[in-house]
C-alpha cells in the first residue's frame, strides 16, 4: 500500500491539522508569550515585561478568591456528584425487591424512566440552566423561596445569589444538578456490564448491598469512575463553571468577589478590563491547575486493574 | 443535594457467619424484610431526585404561559389563561427567529465539517504509520484536557485579524477546530476496531487511497459517526462560552447567547413572559429530540467517557 501513501496522507491531514495549529495550538502558545509582555490587547503596541505579570498576579486578592473558589469546584463538586450518581445508579441497578426465581440483583422496577428522566438536564444547555436557576433563585418571586412560603417555612427566606455566604453554594448546586444525571447513566452502564455471578458470590459469603457496593461494585467501576472524575473536574474549572457564574451571579463574580472564579477572571480582564497580558497570566495559572488536578486525580487513583 | 431521608437501615449482618459445610436454610422472612425496606427507600430517594430534576423544568414551561404581573405574585400557580402570545411576542419582537436561524447555520456547518474533517484526521491515524503520527495523535488529544479560556484572548485577535470576528463562518471554523480533539480521538479509536482486510480487497482492486475511504471505511463507520455526531451536535448546539466571545455583533447571536442577552434587557423592558417562552421554546426541541433518540443520545454522550 505504498503508492502514493505519503502524498495522501499529508492530503488527508493538512486541512483539519492547519486548521486545529491556527485556532486552537496557535493561541495557546502565544498566550503564554503575551503573559510576558504588557500587551492591552486594544493596540498592537506592546513589549516584554519579564515576570511582572506574575508578581502582580500573587499580589492581587482577586486571583487568590478566584483560585480559592476554582479549586472548591476542581475538588467538592466531583466528589459530591459522583457520589450522588454512585447512589443513584446503585439504587436503580442493585436496589430491587427480590423476585421469586428472579435474579438475586434487580434494578428497581421502572430503572428505565429514572434513567431517562435523570439526564434531561444534560441535553439542555448550561447556559439556559443558569438562567432558569438565577429565575428560581430570585429572594422575592423565585420558585425556590415561594415554594418554602408553600410549605410553611414563610421565615426561611435566603437571599441566594445575593447573599455572598450563600452564593457560591448556590451556583455549585446548579451544577450539580445538572451534571449528576450524566454520571447516573454512565455508571448504569457500567454496572450493568458486571457479571452477575459476582454479585451472586458476594451475597453468598454473606455480604450485605453495603459491602456488595464498596467490595465488588466500585472497585470494578473503578476506571470509569476516574476518567468521569477528571471530566468534571475539567469541565469545573472550564467553560460549564464560567457559564453559571457570569449568567447567574451580580457582578458577575459577586456579591462581593464571592463567587469569582478563574475562567471569569480571565475573562473580564482581558475583554472587560483591557489587560490581556495580565488575563493571559491568570490563564497559564488556570492550565496549570487544570494540569496538576488531572496529574494527582491520575496518580492517587491508579490501581491495579480489575479484568472481568 | 443530599436528602434528609435517614440512611439505608443496614440489614443486620447474620449472626454467624456462613460456611460452605453449614449452610443455613434461607431465612425467607427476614431477605424478604431486607428487601423490601431496601426497595421502598431506593425508591423513595430516586422519586425524589426525579421530582428535583422535572420540577423546575415544568415551572419554566408553566411560567412560559402566565402573564408578568402573576409571574411576580404567585410563582407556582397555575396560569389563569394560556398566553400564547408570550409565545409569539417571544418569536418576532424578541429575535428568537433570528437566534434560532444563525443556530441553525452555525451548527449545521461546524458539524458536517467536524465529521468530515475528524473522521479525515482520524482515518490516517489509525490506519497509516509514518513519522509524526504519534505526536500528531497526542497534540490533537491534548486539546481536550487544556483549559479553552487560555487560548481565547488571543484567538479573539487572530479571528479579529484575519476578518472573519463577528461571520458565521468564521464561528463554524472556530466551533470545528475546538470539536477535532475528541472527535479524533475517539473515531481514531473507532477506526481501529473496523477489519482491515475489506480495505486491502478493495486496494488492491484498484480503488485509491481516498476512494477506498470515502466509498468503503466511511459508511462502514457509521455508528461510530452517529455516536460522536450526536456527541458534538448537542455540544455545539449548546455552546456559550466561544459565541460569547468572538461572537459580539447582535444581529449574529446564537440561540444561548440570545437567552442570556434577552434576560440582561429585560431589566429594562420587563417582559419575563416572554422571556420564559423563549426559554422554553429552546428547551424543548432538544428535549423532545433527546426523548425520541433517547438511546443514541445517551449512547453518545457516554461513548466517550466508557473507552
Given at each position: 500500500m505504498q503508492h502514493g501513501k505519503y502524498r495522501f496522507i499529508v492530503g488527508f491531514l493538512a486541512l483539519p491539522l492547519g486548521l486545529y495549529a491556527l485556532f486552537v495550538v496557535w493561541p495557546f502558545i502565544q498566550s503564554i508569550y503575551y503573559s510576558f509582555t504588557d500587551w492591552t490587547g486594544l493596540s498592537p503596541e506592546f513589549k516584554m515585561v519579564g515576570f511582572d505579570n506574575y508578581s502582580r498576579m500573587l499580589d492581587d486578592d482577586i486571583f487568590w478568591?478566584?483560585?480559592?473558589?476554582?479549586?472548591?469546584?476542581a475538588l467538592l463538586l466531583p466528589v459530591v456528584t459522583i457520589g450522588l450518581a454512585l447512589f443513584f445508579a446503585f439504587m436503580i441497578n442493585v436496589g430491587g425487591r427480590k423476585r421469586r426465581n428472579g435474579p438475586v440483583i434487580t434494578g428497581v422496577r421502572g430503572s428505565g424512566f429514572y434513567k431517562i428522566v435523570y439526564f434531561f438536564p444534560q441535553v439542555l444547555s448550561i447556559a439556559i440552566v443558569a438562567l432558569l436557576f438565577a429565575f428560581a433563585y430570585n429572594p422575592d418571586s423565585g420558585a425556590i423561596n415561594s415554594l418554602l412560603r408553600g410549605i410553611g417555612l414563610g421565615d426561611v427566606q435566603p437571599l441566594w445569589l445575593g447573599d455572598p455566604d450563600l452564593a457560591l453554594w448556590a451556583v455549585m448546586g446548579v451544577l450539580v444538578w445538572s451534571t449528576v444525571g450524566f454520571f447516573v447513566v454512565l455508571f448504569s452502564a457500567g454496572m450493568a456490564s458486571i457479571p452477575a455471578e459476582m454479585y451472586e458470590?458476594?451475597?453468598?459469603?454473606?455480604?450485605?448491598?453495603?459491602?456488595?457496593?464498596?467490595?465488588?461494585?466500585?472497585?470494578?467501576?473503578?476506571?470509569?469512575?476516574?476518567?468521569?472524575?477528571v471530566y468534571m473536574g475539567i469541565l469545573a474549572l472550564g467553560a460549564e463553571s464560567f457559564a453559571v457564574v457570569q449568567i447567574m451571579t451580580t457582578g458577575p463574580g459577586g456579591p462581593d468577589y464571592s463567587t469569582t472564579v478563574m475562567v471569569l477572571y480571565v475573562y473580564q480582564k482581558a475583554f472587560r478590563d483591557g489587560q490581556a497580558a495580565y488575563a493571559t497570566t491568570i490563564?497559564?495559572?488556570?492550565?496549570?491547575?487544570?494540569?496538576?488536578?488531572?496529574?494527582v486525580v491520575m496518580r492517587l487513583g491508579r490501581r491495579e486493574r480489575l479484568e472481568y | 443535594m443530599k436528602t434528609t431521608e435517614t440512611p439505608a437501615p443496614l440489614p443486620a449482618e447474620s449472626g454467624a457467619p456462613i460456611t460452605k459445610t453449614d449452610v443455613p436454610p434461607p431465612a425467607p422472612p427476614k431477605e424478604k424484610k431486607e428487601g423490601t425496606v431496601l426497595n421502598v427507600f431506593s425508591h423513595g430517594v430516586l422519586v425524589i431526585w426525579a421530582f428535583m430534576v422535572v420540577l423546575p423544568l415544568l415551572w419554566a414551561v408553566m411560567t412560559s404561559f402566565k402573564d408578568d404581573r402573576s409571574i411576580f405574585s404567585s410563582p407556582w400557580s397555575l396560569p389563569d389563561s394560556l398566553h400564547f402570545d408570550n409565545w409569539s411576542r417571544a418569536w418576532t419582537q424578541a429575535n428568537?427567529?433570528?437566534?434560532?436561524?444563525?443556530?441553525v447555520l452555525v451548527v449545521g456547518g461546524s458539524l458536517i465539517g467536524t465529521l468530515v474533517l475528524g473522521s479525515m484526521a482520524a482515518y490516517v491515524l489509525a490506519r497509516f504509520d509514518f513519522p509524526g503520527n504519534r505526536f500528531i495523535y497526542f497534540l490533537f488529544i491534548g486539546g481536550m484536557s487544556f483549559p479553552i479560556m487560555l487560548a481565547l484572548v488571543p484567538l479573539f485577535y487572530v479571528v479579529n485579524n484575519m476578518g472573519l470576528l463577528n461571520t458565521i463562518h468564521g464561528l463554524i471554523l472556530v466551533y470545528i477546530a475546538y470539536s477535532l480533539p475528541f472527535t479524533v480521538f475517539f473515531l481514531t479509536a473507532f477506526f481501529r476496531t473496523l477489519p482491515t482486510s475489506i480495505a486491502e480487497a478493495a486496494f488492491v482492486d484498484g480503488a485509491s487511497h481516498s476512494r477506498t475511504f470515502f466509498q468503503?471505511?466511511?459508511?462502514?463507520?457509521?455508528p461510530g459517526l452517529i455516536s460522536v455526531g450526536i456527541f458534538n451536535f448537542l455540544g455545539q448546539w449548546n455552546q456559550y462560552m466561544l459565541?460569547?466571545?468572538?461572537?459580539?455583533?447582535?444581529?449574529k447571536r446564537v440561540l444561548t447567547q440570545g437567552l442570556v442577552q434577552l434576560a440582561v434587557s429585560q431589566g429594562y423592558k420587563g417582559d419575563w413572559s416572554g422571556l420564559f417562552a423563549g426559554l422554553v421554546m429552546a428547551m424543548l426541541p432538544v428535549l423532545a429530540a433527546y426523548i425520541i433518540f433517547q438511546r443514541q443520545v445517551v449512547q453518545g454522550l457516554t461513548a466517550g467517557a466508557l473507552k
Amino acid at each position: 500500500m505504498q503508492h502514493g501513501k505519503y502524498r495522501f496522507i499529508v492530503g488527508f491531514l493538512a486541512l483539519p491539522l492547519g486548521l486545529y495549529a491556527l485556532f486552537v495550538v496557535w493561541p495557546f502558545i502565544q498566550s503564554i508569550y503575551y503573559s510576558f509582555t504588557d500587551w492591552t490587547g486594544l493596540s498592537p503596541e506592546f513589549k516584554m515585561v519579564g515576570f511582572d505579570n506574575y508578581s502582580r498576579m500573587l499580589d492581587d486578592d482577586i486571583f487568590w478568591k478566584s483560585l480559592q473558589h476554582s479549586l472548591l469546584f476542581a475538588l467538592l463538586l466531583p466528589v459530591v456528584t459522583i457520589g450522588l450518581a454512585l447512589f443513584f445508579a446503585f439504587m436503580i441497578n442493585v436496589g430491587g425487591r427480590k423476585r421469586r426465581n428472579g435474579p438475586v440483583i434487580t434494578g428497581v422496577r421502572g430503572s428505565g424512566f429514572y434513567k431517562i428522566v435523570y439526564f434531561f438536564p444534560q441535553v439542555l444547555s448550561i447556559a439556559i440552566v443558569a438562567l432558569l436557576f438565577a429565575f428560581a433563585y430570585n429572594p422575592d418571586s423565585g420558585a425556590i423561596n415561594s415554594l418554602l412560603r408553600g410549605i410553611g417555612l414563610g421565615d426561611v427566606q435566603p437571599l441566594w445569589l445575593g447573599d455572598p455566604d450563600l452564593a457560591l453554594w448556590a451556583v455549585m448546586g446548579v451544577l450539580v444538578w445538572s451534571t449528576v444525571g450524566f454520571f447516573v447513566v454512565l455508571f448504569s452502564a457500567g454496572m450493568a456490564s458486571i457479571p452477575a455471578e459476582m454479585y451472586e458470590a458476594a451475597l453468598l459469603d454473606g455480604a450485605n448491598r453495603v459491602t456488595t457496593f464498596f467490595r465488588v461494585t466500585l472497585p470494578l467501576l473503578w476506571d470509569t469512575v476516574q476518567s468521569g472524575w477528571v471530566y468534571m473536574g475539567i469541565l469545573a474549572l472550564g467553560a460549564e463553571s464560567f457559564a453559571v457564574v457570569q449568567i447567574m451571579t451580580t457582578g458577575p463574580g459577586g456579591p462581593d468577589y464571592s463567587t469569582t472564579v478563574m475562567v471569569l477572571y480571565v475573562y473580564q480582564k482581558a475583554f472587560r478590563d483591557g489587560q490581556a497580558a495580565y488575563a493571559t497570566t491568570i490563564g497559564v495559572a488556570l492550565l496549570v491547575v487544570t494540569l496538576a488536578f488531572a496529574a494527582v486525580v491520575m496518580r492517587l487513583g491508579r490501581r491495579e486493574r480489575l479484568e472481568y | 443535594m443530599k436528602t434528609t431521608e435517614t440512611p439505608a437501615p443496614l440489614p443486620a449482618e447474620s449472626g454467624a457467619p456462613i460456611t460452605k459445610t453449614d449452610v443455613p436454610p434461607p431465612a425467607p422472612p427476614k431477605e424478604k424484610k431486607e428487601g423490601t425496606v431496601l426497595n421502598v427507600f431506593s425508591h423513595g430517594v430516586l422519586v425524589i431526585w426525579a421530582f428535583m430534576v422535572v420540577l423546575p423544568l415544568l415551572w419554566a414551561v408553566m411560567t412560559s404561559f402566565k402573564d408578568d404581573r402573576s409571574i411576580f405574585s404567585s410563582p407556582w400557580s397555575l396560569p389563569d389563561s394560556l398566553h400564547f402570545d408570550n409565545w409569539s411576542r417571544a418569536w418576532t419582537q424578541a429575535n428568537m427567529s433570528d437566534y434560532f436561524l444563525n443556530t441553525v447555520l452555525v451548527v449545521g456547518g461546524s458539524l458536517i465539517g467536524t465529521l468530515v474533517l475528524g473522521s479525515m484526521a482520524a482515518y490516517v491515524l489509525a490506519r497509516f504509520d509514518f513519522p509524526g503520527n504519534r505526536f500528531i495523535y497526542f497534540l490533537f488529544i491534548g486539546g481536550m484536557s487544556f483549559p479553552i479560556m487560555l487560548a481565547l484572548v488571543p484567538l479573539f485577535y487572530v479571528v479579529n485579524n484575519m476578518g472573519l470576528l463577528n461571520t458565521i463562518h468564521g464561528l463554524i471554523l472556530v466551533y470545528i477546530a475546538y470539536s477535532l480533539p475528541f472527535t479524533v480521538f475517539f473515531l481514531t479509536a473507532f477506526f481501529r476496531t473496523l477489519p482491515t482486510s475489506i480495505a486491502e480487497a478493495a486496494f488492491v482492486d484498484g480503488a485509491s487511497h481516498s476512494r477506498t475511504f470515502f466509498q468503503i471505511m466511511l459508511p462502514m463507520a457509521k455508528p461510530g459517526l452517529i455516536s460522536v455526531g450526536i456527541f458534538n451536535f448537542l455540544g455545539q448546539w449548546n455552546q456559550y462560552m466561544l459565541p460569547t466571545v468572538l461572537n459580539t455583533d447582535p444581529d449574529k447571536r446564537v440561540l444561548t447567547q440570545g437567552l442570556v442577552q434577552l434576560a440582561v434587557s429585560q431589566g429594562y423592558k420587563g417582559d419575563w413572559s416572554g422571556l420564559f417562552a423563549g426559554l422554553v421554546m429552546a428547551m424543548l426541541p432538544v428535549l423532545a429530540a433527546y426523548i425520541i433518540f433517547q438511546r443514541q443520545v445517551v449512547q453518545g454522550l457516554t461513548a466517550g467517557a466508557l473507552k
